[in-house]
């Protein structure tokens, strides 16, 4: 009889029990609210440090790649946000600015601890010091402005060869729809190394790069088919705007952050329990 079966069973039975005990459920709600707080002020930041760059127009074109990635629907209103910002940015003052960096560092903070919660078994060998856990947040923040001006800089040169013609033995291909799928597909590939710097620098101490990279793919694919559905979900089926009314955006921008949330912390949690076996092992071994 074939164990991998049942070996996967009670393997995917110990990550949700792992997962409960851990109260991840609840943890990803405060991750998910304090990502509502940051995103905006992320975002208004990138922005305005960006456009001294690069165009506003591929800034912008960039900025719905990565809103419609994250929040799918609701690309128009958080991208209309921002710019009402940005015209009115001479009014914010120093003290307004220290506010949203602030704010904008909350999230990595908070998914930070999360982590920790997760591979506490690593904690209990080694903890990080302060100054690394302060200044971890911030440079993800310059990590999600180097992406984005990248992307904008590949969109401009897309741009450009959009109306070009390809010529190949003799045959003419047309460019056309070629910046849109490029920009998708940076987007995703994006995603991916996100998600697998997370996974290694998050927690405390450094998680193999092969554990963390199949944890950033499989969590992409995960939330691109999620994300689809829930556009399918709420356009169709969902009462949200009948029952909370004005409320309804905040709400579902919550619960859809939330999911990407629960993802990005069960891929974790099953690094967490193959490191956990994988020690248990070389134990026994």
């Known amino acids: 009889m074939d164990k991998t079966p049942n070996q996967l069973y009670r393997f995917s039975l110990d990550v949700l029990k792992s997962f409960r ?5 609840l943890l990803s ?10 995103i905006i002020p992320i975002l208004v930041l990138a922005l305005i440090v960006l456009s001294h760059f690069v165009g506003e127009g591929p800034l912008f074109g960039t900025l719905s790649t990565y809103i419609e990635m994250v929040l799918p629907g609701y690309t128009a209103i958080l991208t ?6 940005l015209k009115h940015r001479n009014v914010v003052s120093i003290v307004g600015f220290v506010v949203m960096i602030f704010f904008s560092s909350l999230a990595f903070s908070v998914l930070e601890n999360t ?3 997760i591979f506490s078994h690593r904690a209990r060998k080694k903890r990080r010091r302060f100054f690394i856990s302060a200044i971890i947040p ?5 990590l999600i402005g180097i992406s984005m001006l990248l992307m904008s800089v590949v969109a401009e040169i897309l741009e450009i060869l959009k109306n070009k013609q390809l010529l190949i033995f003799l ?3 047309s460019l056309e729809g070629i910046p849109g799928v490029a920009l ?8 991916v190394f996100m998600i697998t710097s997370i996974y290694m620098i998050m927690p405390v101490d450094r998680t193999r790069f092969r554990y963390a990279l199949t944890g ?17 979900y709420y356009s169709t089926l969902s009462v949200v705007n009948l029952i909370y009314g004005s409320f309804a955006t905040a709400v579902v921008a919550l619960l859809n952050i939330e999911a990407a949330v629960l993802i990005l912390l069960l891929g974790a949690q099953v690094i967490a329990e193959l490191e956990v076996k994988s020690e248990k092992l070389k134990e026994k071994g």
């Open 21 to 25: 005990r851990n109260q991840i459920v």
């Open 29 to 38: 709600g405060a991750v998910a609210f304090y990502a509502l707080l940051s």
């Open 80 to 85: 209309e946000q921002v710019q009402t910002f």
């Open 115 to 117: 982590m920790s919660v």
């Open 138 to 142: 911030y440079a993800y923040i310059i």
């Open 171 to 173: 045959w003419q291909f």
């Open 184 to 191: 998708y597909a940076l987007g995703l590939i994006t995603e």
């Open 216 to 232: 950033g793919i499989v969590a992409t694919i995960l939330w691109e088919i999620i994300r689809r559905l829930l556009v399918w």
